[in-house]
């Protein structure tokens, strides 16, 4: 009783979050109600046992990808924003992602029926430790996949951002660190009402 | 499994137990702060209102709550309320899970540490929207700093606490303290000790990292708008946290509640003592740097980050686990 009743709380909370999301007029408002809808998620997840999984959702998505997000929804100048644009053109888009998500959940639920052999039995083990046990055996090859796909989105977000202009001036640190103090200050003496020329 | 209103009752009462006691010792933690503060510079420190001054802190909980709670006309003004009622939030519900001694601890979960890790890295939210809903120049710089800086040392500690997990092969809090029975991991991952301090004084935006309210270029950064109470709140949070990871640091480096010989006189000692001398001691080094350093540039800071730090954590998971692997004492 206790169990279905957090469910339906968190369930109906996660659809109240993410529906805001999109309806939020402000932007911020929209990532703060994002990282609201990966907090009820990761209760759901919790909820049904899989607490390795929520809770590593939580890290990466709470914890690193939305605060970017915040980060640079901040940074814009929200009466720029304000501007209620036209949701219809991002209609045939939005349809194209819903239909591919549903038909992929009718494919891994009705068609391929996932086999006993990836679901460990419920046993002393936690799901942590099953994790592990697949992840770098099984799943290898997946594994190492994603691995790429992500090493190449960092390399791409780098050369696109790292610009070398001889007029950038960056500090040298081991220049800065090999200067001696004589070199830096020079001790005076003037006499009075007469100034130093440098 | 039912739960009872009992159960429920029971439950509370636990989590005020926990509470409790750390919002004292806050309080006095503190008053601790400038009394080292006072020693270290030749001062007295607060040594009027109570014994020694001991109830300096108290007395200054009061003034907070009776003063005027100031909301700016052009703020979000439920993210600026909400701002640092979230971050006291997070600093204390991360003590559900701190082992203080073998059996006292409220939730002994499969995933301690990653929760404690989660709610750390949540700490960040606090700063951000309350540099954002303060909709002022001061504030929102530091909330910038400080979104970039707690992201840049979340990877150190994250890489950190990997290494130690390598170790026990568990992710229990109880079962990390247990794995160092015989050994502290203070002595074998000695250079992961001393980037984990360094990493919670950033994290915690303590000194020599406060970069966040750096008073001397940003007012008071991330809390310049901010008053009375939530003012209040945001202070408490700050100190609640630096005994956060200082419990954290005891727990994953120094032996939790074990005594450092198992020895009579030693082990006579309750652990929760041992726990909190141990606590205390970090807590110490915490403000001996705060009295001997100066601030950091805000780019040595980003540099001691990605390019110290980071390098220097992953070549230890890695020589961790094959030193590990070769000598075949990974946990099974």
Same mark, same amino acid.
């Given at each position: 009783?206790?169990?279905?009743?957090?469910?339906?709380?968190?369930?109906?909370?996660?659809?109240?979050?993410?529906?805001?999301?999109?309806?939020?007029?402000?932007?911020?408002?929209?990532?703060?109600?994002?990282?609201?809808?990966?907090?009820?998620?990761?209760?759901?997840?919790?909820?049904?046992?899989?607490?390795?999984?929520?809770?590593?959702?939580?890290?990466?998505?709470?914890?690193?990808?939305?605060?970017?997000?915040?980060?640079?929804?901040?940074?814009?100048?929200?009466?720029?924003?304000?501007?209620?644009?036209?949701?219809?053109?991002?209609?045939?888009?939005?349809?194209?992602?819903?239909?591919?998500?549903?038909?992929?959940?009718?494919?891994?639920?009705?068609?391929?029926?996932?086999?006993?052999?990836?679901?460990?039995?419920?046993?002393?083990?936690?799901?942590?430790?099953?994790?592990?046990?697949?992840?770098?055996?099984?799943?290898?090859?997946?594994?190492?996949?994603?691995?790429?796909?992500?090493?190449?989105?960092?390399?791409?977000?780098?050369?696109?951002?790292?610009?070398?202009?001889?007029?950038?001036?960056?500090?040298?640190?081991?220049?800065?660190?090999?200067?001696?103090?004589?070199?830096?200050?020079?001790?005076?003496?003037?006499?009075?009402?007469?100034?130093?020329?440098? | 499994?039912?739960?009872?209103?009992?159960?429920?009752?029971?439950?509370?009462?636990?989590?005020?137990?926990?509470?409790?006691?750390?919002?004292?010792?806050?309080?006095?933690?503190?008053?601790?702060?400038?009394?080292?503060?006072?020693?270290?510079?030749?001062?007295?420190?607060?040594?009027?209102?109570?014994?020694?001054?001991?109830?300096?802190?108290?007395?200054?909980?009061?003034?907070?709550?009776?003063?005027?709670?100031?909301?700016?006309?052009?703020?979000?003004?439920?993210?600026?309320?909400?701002?640092?009622?979230?971050?006291?939030?997070?600093?204390?519900?991360? *003590?559900?899970?701190?082992?203080?001694?073998?059996?006292?601890?409220?939730?002994?979960?499969?995933?301690?540490?990653?929760?404690?890790?989660?709610?750390?890295?949540?700490?960040?939210?606090?700063?951000?929207?309350?540099? *954002?809903?303060?909709?002022?120049?001061?504030?929102?710089?530091?909330?910038?700093?400080?979104?970039?800086?707690?992201?840049?040392?979340?990877?150190?500690?994250?890489?950190?606490?990997?290494?130690?997990?390598?170790?026990?092969?568990?992710?229990?809090?109880?079962?990390?303290?247990?794995?160092?029975?015989?050994?502290?991991?203070?002595?074998?991952?000695?250079?992961?000790?001393?980037?984990?301090?360094?990493?919670?004084?950033?994290?915690?935006?303590?000194?020599?990292?406060?970069?966040?309210?750096?008073?001397?270029?940003?007012?008071?950064?991330?809390?310049?708008?901010?008053?009375?109470?939530?003012?209040?709140?945001?202070?408490?949070?700050?100190?609640?946290?630096?005994?956060?990871?200082?419990?954290?640091?005891?727990?994953?480096?120094?032996?939790?509640?074990?005594?450092?010989?198992?020895?009579?006189?030693?082990?006579?000692?309750?652990?929760?003592? *041992?726990?909190?001398?141990?606590?205390?001691?970090?807590?110490?080094?915490?403000?001996?740097?705060?009295?001997?350093?100066?601030?950091?540039?805000?780019?040595?800071?980003?540099?001691?980050? *990605?390019?110290?730090?980071?390098?220097?954590?992953?070549?230890?998971?890695?020589?961790?686990?094959?030193?590990?692997?070769?000598?075949?004492?990974?946990?099974?």
């Amino acid at each position: 009783m206790f169990v279905v009743g957090t469910f339906y709380f968190f369930a109906i909370f996660l659809i109240f979050s993410s529906l805001s999301v999109i309806f939020s007029k402000n932007p911020v408002n929209s990532v703060l109600f994002l990282v609201l809808t990966f907090l009820n998620s990761t209760f759901l997840f919790i909820l049904i046992g899989a607490e390795f999984v929520g809770i590593i959702l939580a890290i990466v998505y709470i914890g690193a990808v939305a605060i970017l997000f915040l980060f640079v929804v901040m940074m814009l100048d929200i009466q720029l924003i304000d501007i209620v644009f036209s949701v219809k053109k991002y209609i045939p888009l939005a349809v194209l992602f819903a239909l591919v998500i549903i038909s992929e959940i009718i494919y891994l639920t009705v068609v391929k029926v996932v086999k006993g052999n990836i679901l460990l039995e419920p046993s002393s083990i936690n799901n942590t430790e099953a994790i592990g046990d697949v992840l770098y055996t099984k799943f290898f090859i997946d594994f190492q996949l994603s691995g790429i796909v992500l090493l190449l989105a960092m390399i791409g977000a780098i050369v696109l951002t790292h610009i070398y202009k001889p007029s950038i001036k960056r500090q040298n640190i081991s220049h800065q660190n090999s200067v001696t103090a004589s070199e830096r200050v020079s001790l005076h003496n003037p006499k009075n009402g007469e100034g130093i020329d440098a | 499994m039912e739960l009872t209103l009992i159960d429920i009752l029971l439950g509370i009462l636990k989590i005020f137990s926990f509470v409790m006691p750390v919002l004292i010792s806050v309080a006095l933690l503190v008053y601790l702060e400038r009394k080292v503060l006072g020693a270290v510079q030749l001062r007295r420190g607060p040594n009027v209102v109570g014994p020694f001054g001991i109830l300096q802190s108290f007395a200054d909980v009061i003034k907070l709550i009776t003063k005027e709670n100031i909301l700016p006309s052009n703020s979000n003004k439920f993210l600026f309320i909400f701002a640092p009622m979230l971050t006291l939030l997070l600093s204390l519900i991360a *003590w559900a899970v701190i082992p203080i001694s073998s059996k006292y601890v409220i939730a002994d979960i499969n995933i301690g540490i990653l929760y404690l890790f989660a709610v750390s890295s949540f700490g960040v939210y606090g700063v951000i929207i309350a540099g *954002w809903a303060s909709n002022s120049k001061y504030p929102f710089l530091g909330a910038l700093r400080s979104a970039a800086q707690m992201i840049s040392y979340e990877v150190s500690i994250g890489f950190v606490i990997i290494t130690v997990l390598l170790c026990v092969g568990s992710l229990n809090l109880t079962d990390i303290v247990e794995s160092q029975k015989n050994v502290w991991f203070v002595l074998p991952l000695f250079p992961m000790f001393i980037v984990f301090i360094i990493s919670c004084l950033a994290e915690t935006n303590r000194l020599p990292f406060d970069l966040p309210e750096d008073e001397a270029t940003l007012v008071a950064g991330f809390f310049t708008e901010y008053s009375s109470i939530s003012f209040g709140l945001f202070f408490l949070a700050e100190y609640a946290n630096m005994i956060l990871m200082s419990s954290l640091t005891v727990i994953l480096f120094l032996g939790g509640w074990y005594p450092p010989i198992d020895l009579f006189p030693f082990n006579a000692i309750p652990g929760l003592v *041992w726990f909190s001398l141990k606590v205390f001691l970090i807590l110490f080094v915490f403000l001996w740097v705060r009295a001997t350093f100066p601030r950091y540039r805000y780019d040595q800071l980003m540099r001691l980050g *990605w390019k110290i730090f980071l390098p220097l954590t992953l070549i230890w998971v890695i020589l961790t686990s094959a030193f590990l692997y070769y000598f075949e004492m990974l946990p099974q």
